[in-house]
């Protein structure tokens, strides 16, 4: 990707009071920084993991209505 | 335009320029006062709301809409419709507070909170919900051409056209109307519905009251219900809406104008959702049995009834309705992409700064219009399931949804009130207790019969 460098390392005047419209967080460079990653506890895992196996389940659930003639 | 250097190291691209210009006016609107500001800020300021809502009033929903009213009338299902898409505001205000609040798209938090393993799951459930849709959306459009005698060819062509036209001008804001005024035309059930010469005042009693099921619990009976449900909830409105309320740059002032453009994207939404009901409720009347039918098929059994003009509006309503969700569900899929590989996700993007961008965006509708063009695929299989399948990723979605926005350290004081906490866990019970029953109807056909003859009805 192509990066033009502003001599002495702003944009100009008119970019500046453009860009102050924005909050900073909405800048493009700004959400290059990670957001810390939040752990998932015991009962968050469990009810993540059920979701994902009834998921699964009812996935197998219409593939058999399917082409298993279940009409 | 490259890319340039801030004062603050920070990159300044085309996409943050453009997303100042955009925000200049909204500002300028902001420091007015009287009625028409406020209208000019609420025209700047709607957009995702509208288009998500009625972008999900696509080709499968309005055929599922077409089969209730066909298969089983009014009566229960016009205000089951519209609780419906009371569920679909509440969830979907969540994205709007998600995307105002922290500025990211909703598959790049689930990403950076939660690590890659519940990502990648996520966006996979995204990636083939979404191919699936698309799709159907080209089955409806191929089906609804069809009618007035057009090739499927030339119908799923004219379909990528019209999506490539609206990203020709690089520019979230065009885009955005430009596809706002596409969604317009959902309403064209209105008029199909008036032809169809209803009782209005047996439209009104349904809605004022809930009969019950006609025919009772059945297979038939829940996967309606189950697709009706899928018509108005699904996993890729969560994400298209919190990676476009990003993209249009909607910030923690302008949470109150993305509730209003959610709620007035559901009202419009079901009442296009809610005419279509009512446009194929004449088959009803005929005893027709028309689960499986396709859009040029319920076009076709319309016309004796509401006429050329209403069947071929009815047709074009469905066209409509698949060009609109093409739009809407390959940007998700090409937001989300772009949020987990870290690359320049945003309509506002130049193509050559967005080349991963719009060529997934791209790729995926013209990979599901290449797959409806194969001859003698079982498509009609598809288009009956998407729904249903949308139900089912529904409650892992919504998991992650209900966490990030009750996530203090990214949320602040914006996190989910009580109130809306305890809906979104009903709608969740809810969604997972109607999956179940699916399948117990399907695995166990006779089970509902057997309960209600225990229970001596």
């Known amino acids: 990707m192509s990066t033009t460098e502003i001599p002495g390392g702003t944009p100009g005047f008119e970019s500046q009071e453009l860009l102050a419209v924005l909050e900073p967080g909405q800048l493009t460079g700004a959400k290059r920084a990670q957001l810390p990653r939040r752990y998932l506890k015991g009962p968050e895992l469990v009810v993540l993991w059920s979701l994902r196996l009834y998921l699964f389940f009812m996935i197998v659930v219409v593939i058999y209505q399917l082409f298993a003639g279940v009409d | 335009m490259g890319m340039l250097t801030g004062s603050g190291g920070l990159l300044i ?91 990211r798209g909703h598959a790049e938090l689930i990403f950076e909170r939660f690590g890659p ?44 056209a019209v999506l490539y036209l609206a990203l020709l001008t690089h520019r979230y804001w065009t885009w955005e109307r430009v596809t706002l005024a596409a969604a317009a035309f959902n309403l064209i059930f209105i008029p199909v519905a008036i032809l169809a010469r209803p009782h209005w005042g047996t439209v009104g009693h349904a809605l004022a009251t809930w009969s019950p099921l006609p025919g009772g619990l059945s297979k038939d009976s829940f996967l309606i219900l189950l697709s009706n449900i899928g018509a108005t909830v699904t996993p890729w409105m969560l994400f298209f809406q919190q990676s476009a309320t990003v993209d249009k740059g909607l910030t923690k002032h302008d949470i109150r104008f993305g509730r209003l453009d959610t709620v007035l994207g559901a009202a419009l939404a079901s009442v296009a959702a809610v005419a279509t009901v009512i446009a194929a409720s004449p088959l009803f009347g005929h005893h027709m049995n028309a689960q499986n039918f396709q859009a040029a098929e319920f076009a076709q059994a319309l016309e004796p ?84 399948v949308a139900v089912l990723a529904m409650p892992p ?61």
């Open chain 2, 305 to 388: 009834l509401i006429g050329r003009v209403g069947a071929s509006l009815f047709a074009l309503g469905i066209v409509e309705a698949g060009i609109v969700a093409a739009i809407t569900i390959s940007t998700s899929s090409a937001y989300a992409f772009g949020e987990v590989t870290r690359k320049p996700h945003s309509l506002n993007l130049p193509l050559t700064q967005g080349r991963s961008f719009y060529a997934v965006l791209l790729l995926c509708a013209a990979g599901a219009a290449a797959i409806v063009l194969i001859p003698g695929l079982p498509l009609v299989h598809v288009v009956l399931v998407v729904n249903v």
């Open chain 2, 117 to 160: 393993f519940w990502g990648w799951f996520s966006v996979i459930d995204l990636g083939i919900g979404n191919f699936l849709t698309l799709i159907t959306e080209f089955i409806a459009i191929r089906a609804g051409l069809g009618y007035f005698g057009v090739p499927p060819w030339v119908a799923v062509f004219t379909a990528l």
């Open chain 2, 13 to 103: 691209t085309h996409e943050d320029i453009d997303r100042a210009h955009d925000r200049q006016r909204v500002l300028a609107a902001r420091g007015k006062r009287g009625f028409s500001a406020s209208a000019r800020l609420l025209w700047l300021l709607i957009g995702p709301g509208v288009l998500v809502m009625l972008g999900e009033n696509d080709g499968p929903s309005m055929l599922s809409y077409a089969a209730t009213g066909a298969t089983f009338g009014i009566s229960f299902f016009l205000p089951f419709i519209v609780l419906t898409f009371v569920m679909a505001i509440v969830v979907q205000e969540m994205t709007v507070r998600l995307g105002a609040a922290t500025h």
């Open chain 2, 397 to 457: 979605a919504l998991i992650f949804l209900f966490m990030l926005a009750n996530d203090k350290e990214i949320m602040g004081e914006l996190v989910s009130p009580r109130w809306a906490n305890m809906l979104t866990g009903a709608i969740v019970i809810l969604l997972i207790t109607a999956g179940l029953l699916f399948g117990i109807s399907v695995l166990a056909p006779n089970t509902f019969a057997f309960v209600l003859r225990f229970l001596g009805r």
